[in-house]
């Protein structure tokens, strides 16, 4: 019999502080733009960074004073290519983060790299301004693969870069992505079993998807990207995905992001479990639970207009207020990719209403979902079409 405890009053304000509050910065710039990359990043031959530096902290002061006294858990310098910052900079942004909220005495800093920015000095003074964990774009570990991925470094430059970080820093994490083009099943493995010689904690491994707005989505239109694996493919390369990371000891914590013990992206799991988080930077997205409402947030997302606008004392930010059923949407959407899954108390109180009893014992019976105790989630098979299951439990 499919049930949900009764519902305990609690404030709907105070519900984030069961997934957790973090910033995330926004640095939009790049040395190139990747063909299959839909972010919000631009190529700029001159940035004036003291600028930025001063916009990025007034920013901070004026969230700050919105959120006073919470407990700030994480800082997520991403892009763009955050480590293209000067190290001065990211000391003035974290000592300023330091002076505007109380921290969590283990507060996680992460910062994403790529490869070709990466060198030793500059890494050690991150570290030295307070950054505990870098996050680290490789991709590929074939230099054919990186080329036609509009990548500008080669896999020696890759395994450079995670030595570094690996010597600088006790947290590190890079990124692959498969199902490219003329990728074989066996490649993928043959690959995944390198680069899981070489991580220390945590991987996130995506699956290549063709986005429109890219390079990649212009060409697939015209039928011009060859060579991508089918749908049967692409799922035989999640699940040996799945069986190489479990016997090296990793656990599939979200459906892209896998970690050994306590090695979690303590900052992505603050958006997944539906938490809080300021956005700062152009098109920043963010939530946040003001005076008993939730909020979406969202920068603008020109650099040129952003970085103005601030300066203006005007900055421009669209906010949105989350109706109840799009509360319950959104933790529905993000902790259903969680290997721990959703609390059905939880989504009751966010919803204001419970899912359908049929439908989840309908996908239940599908293997596709599992309910233990209080909590639904998705079984590996859901995992492989999370899309249609979330669809379906949101269609009732």
């Given at each position: 019999?499919?049930?949900?405890?009764?519902?305990?009053?609690?404030?709907?304000?105070?519900?984030?502080?069961?997934?957790?509050?973090?910033?995330?910065?926004?640095?939009?710039?790049?040395?190139?733009?990747?063909?299959?990359?839909?972010?919000?990043?631009?190529?700029?031959?001159?940035?004036?960074?003291?600028?930025?530096?001063?916009?990025?902290?007034?920013?901070?002061?004026?969230?700050?004073?919105?959120?006073?006294?919470?407990?700030?858990?994480?800082?997520?310098?991403?892009?763009?290519?955050?480590?293209?910052?000067?190290?001065?900079?990211?000391?003035?942004?974290?000592?300023?983060?330091?002076?505007?909220?109380?921290?969590?005495?283990?507060?996680?800093?992460?910062?994403?790299?790529?490869?070709?920015?990466?060198?030793?000095?500059?890494?050690?003074?991150?570290?030295?301004?307070?950054?505990?964990?870098?996050?680290?774009?490789?991709?590929?570990?074939?230099?054919?693969?990186?080329?036609?991925?509009?990548?500008?470094?080669?896999?020696?430059?890759?395994?450079?870069?995670?030595?570094?970080?690996?010597?600088?820093?006790?947290?590190?994490?890079?990124?692959?992505?498969?199902?490219?083009?003329?990728?074989?099943?066996?490649?993928?493995?043959?690959?995944l079993d390198q680069a899981l010689q070489i991580a220390n904690g945590h991987?996130?491994?995506?699956?290549?998807?063709?986005?429109?707005?890219?390079?990649?989505?212009?060409?697939?239109?015209?039928?011009?990207?060859?060579?991508?694996?089918?749908?049967?493919?692409?799922?035989?390369?999640?699940?040996?995905?799945?069986?190489?990371?479990?016997?090296?000891?990793?656990?599939?914590?979200?459906?892209?992001?896998?970690?050994?013990?306590?090695?979690?992206?303590?900052?992505?799991?603050?958006?997944?479990?539906?938490?809080?988080?300021?956005?700062?930077?152009?098109?920043?997205?963010?939530?946040?639970?003001?005076?008993?409402?939730?909020?979406?947030?969202e920068a603008t997302s020109n650099p040129t207009a952003w970085l103005e606008?601030?300066?203006?004392?005007?900055?421009?930010?669209?906010?949105?207020?989350?109706?109840?059923?799009?509360?319950?949407?959104?933790?529905?959407?993000?902790?259903?990719?969680?290997?721990?899954?959703?609390?059905?108390?939880?989504?009751?109180?966010?919803?204001?209403?419970?899912?359908?009893?049929?439908?989840?014992?309908?996908?239940?019976?599908?293997?596709?979902?599992?309910?233990?105790?209080?909590?639904?989630?998705?079984?590996?098979?859901?995992?492989?079409?999370?899309?249609?299951?979330?669809?379906?439990?949101?269609?009732?």
């Amino acid at each position: 019999m499919f049930h949900v405890k009764p519902l305990k009053a609690r404030p709907l304000a105070e519900d984030w502080q069961q997934g957790g509050f973090g910033l995330y910065i926004h640095w939009p710039f790049c040395q190139s733009k990747c063909p299959y990359c839909d972010f919000n990043s631009h190529v700029a031959a001159k940035i004036d960074q003291a600028r930025w530096r001063d916009a990025y902290l007034r920013e901070i002061d004026r969230a700050a004073a919105e959120t006073p006294g919470r407990i700030l858990q994480t800082v997520f310098f991403g892009g763009g290519t955050p480590s293209l910052l000067a190290p001065e900079i990211v000391d003035a942004i974290i000592a300023k983060v330091r002076a505007a909220w109380p921290t969590a005495n283990d507060i996680e800093i992460t910062m994403e790299a790529n490869p070709g920015s990466v060198e030793a000095g500059r890494f050690a003074a991150y570290r030295q301004a307070g950054v505990n964990r870098v996050s680290i774009g490789v991709q590929a570990l074939n230099d054919t693969d990186l080329k036609a991925l509009g990548r500008l470094h080669s896999v020696a430059d890759s395994l450079a870069a995670i030595k570094i970080a690996q010597k600088t820093f006790d947290r590190t994490s890079f990124d692959l992505i498969y199902a490219r083009q003329g990728q074989s099943l066996a490649a993928w493995q043959a690959e995944l079993d390198q680069a899981l010689q070489i991580a220390n904690g945590h991987l996130s491994l995506y699956q290549l998807t063709i986005e429109d707005g890219t390079a990649f989505g212009d060409r697939f239109r015209r039928g011009l990207l060859k060579g991508l694996p089918d749908e049967d493919l692409g799922a035989d390369m999640y699940l040996a995905t799945q069986d190489a990371t479990n016997a090296a000891g990793y656990k599939s914590y979200e459906v892209s992001n896998y970690a050994k013990d306590s090695q979690e992206s303590r900052h992505n799991c603050i958006y997944w479990n539906a938490g809080d988080y300021i956005g700062i930077g152009p098109g920043a997205h963010g939530r946040l639970s003001l005076d008993g409402c939730r909020w979406s947030t969202e920068a603008t997302s020109n650099p040129t207009a952003w970085l103005e606008s601030i300066e203006a004392g005007a900055p421009k930010e669209r906010r949105d207020l989350l109706s109840s059923a799009e509360q319950g949407t959104e933790y529905l959407m993000m902790g259903l990719r969680r290997d721990i899954g959703i609390d059905l108390e939880r989504y009751s109180r966010l919803a204001k209403s419970t899912l359908n009893r049929t439908t989840v014992a309908d996908l239940e019976s599908l293997g596709l979902v599992v309910r233990r105790e209080n909590r639904l989630s998705a079984t590996p098979s859901g995992r492989l079409v999370l899309n249609a299951v979330i669809e379906k439990l949101m269609a009732e």
